[in-house]
């Protein structure tokens, strides 16, 4: 490390992005690519930027997690995955007859489907890009299985892999997405399409910068919901708009901080190679990079036990939630909000701290009451 008399000690150049977020990870330790489920979770929570640069290194946040002591325990089973795939498999057979025929597409010779095969992601998401222009140019149906689209993600490409993109003969690119819960009466549980919703919204950014470079393409904002009808394993579809979370994960996703300004302020030696370093050494290579928790977290990423019990220690208010945290201000922990509604702190004038002052006056003229009332 060199000094400058203007600066002080100066930090050694930075690497190269992939080199910088392979020593990251560890040399020896293959990146764990992003998917569109991951990419809506870290869109919901643009503040963290322990998971921006985690997921954008390739860290594996479950094996991490474990090592820190406190695992996930989700994620889907094995049966789910196994039924996933049968499904799957069949809505494609036969060339993707099922699915063609949800669409009204009753000749499935008609239907190009085009090799997608190439070396590697980056070869993949060149193939998937000149297969897309070709149908675009012929005007007819194609089908393309298993495309790989490319999104850039604060400033790392991040390589998503939908169940199928349509391409329609007047141009339009349509993203299918295959679940495996059912459509009961014709309608799906809320939260599980909202959640393919989210994701799909992602698969529809990605296309949109291959359609912006291709005459006469454009994306549609409906996606094709594929689910098993009632309780057979019938296929039936509903088309889903998703305009919304489109507009939302797009917005979040440009608020995240670039992975390469996250990396530039942490200390020199940090790394998160799960198979070389300590736990000791890497809880303190994780508490070096802010988090941003809150509950919803649970269920979004493999880290949230282990921030969860940081938050706690700390007595954040971020474990009550979103929405309390907006409403007590610049109060940012559970001790300086029991002592703002005790009278000890904080600024009369502050609405917040009226507000708790306000609520403790009635719980103790409540509790009063009960108390008066159990005397006689």
């Known amino acids: 490390m060199s000094t400058s008399l203007d600066h002080g000690p100066s930090r050694s150049p930075q690497p190269p992005l992939r080199q910088l ?28 930027r322990r998971r921006a640069l985690l997921d954008g290194a390739g860290v594996d946040k479950a094996a991490l997690a474990s090592k820190l002591g406190s695992p996930a325990p989700f994620g889907q089973s094995q049966f789910a995955i196994v039924r996933g795939n049968s499904f799957e498999a069949k809505v494609k057979a036969d060339g993707g007859r099922e699915l063609l025929r949800l669409l009204g597409v009753e000749d499935p010779g008609a239907v190009s489907v085009p090799d997608l095969a190439a070396s590697g992601p ?15 140019a012929a005007g007819g149906w194609s089908l393309l299985d298993h495309p ?54 992602v698969y529809v950014l990605a296309l949109e910068r291959t359609a912006a470079v291709t005459e006469g393409a ?34 979040q996703l440009a608020r ?4 390469e300004e996250i990396a530039d302020a942490l200390p020199e030696g940090t790394g998160f190679d799960v198979t070389e370093r300590s736990a000791a050494e890497l809880a303190e290579a994780v508490e070096c990079v802010p988090h941003a928790y809150a509950p919803e977290c649970l269920s979004a990423c493999e880290l949230a036990f282990h921030c969860r019990a940081r938050a706690r220690q700390a007595g954040a208010v971020e474990t009550l939630g979103r929405s309390v945290r907006g409403e007590l201000g610049g109060l940012t922990t559970v001790g300086a ?25 009635l719980r103790d003229e409540a509790l009063a009451g009960t108390g008066a009332a159990a005397c006689r």
């Open 21 to 48: 977020l392979a020593e990251l990870r560890g040399p020896a330790v293959a990146p764990r690519p992003l998917d569109a489920r991951a990419l809506a979770a870290l869109a919901a929570n643009p503040g963290c």
């Open 122 to 136: 980056q070869g993949r998401a060149a193939r998937t890009a000149l297969a897309l222009r070709e149908a675009t």
């Open 148 to 201: 790989m689209l490319v999104l850039e993600v604060a400033g790392s490409p991040v390589y998503l892999e939908p169940d199928a993109v349509l391409v329609h003969p007047d141009g339009r690119w349509t993203v299918v997405e295959i679940k495996s819960f059912p459509m009961i009466d014709g309608a799906a549980d809320a939260a599980k399409v909202g959640a393919a919703a989210r994701q799909a919204a």
């Open 218 to 251: 454009e994306v549609a904002h409906t996606v094709l919901l594929v689910c098993p009808r009632d309780f057979s394993n019938v296929p039936t579809a509903s088309r889903v708009d998703v305009r919304k979370q489109r507009a939302v994960t797009r917005r």
């Open 256 to 259: 995240l901080t670039r992975i």
């Open 337 to 361: 909000v029991l002592a703002a509604a005790r009278g000890e702190e904080g600024d009369p004038g502050d609405p917040a701290v009226a507000a708790l002052r306000r609520a403790r006056a």
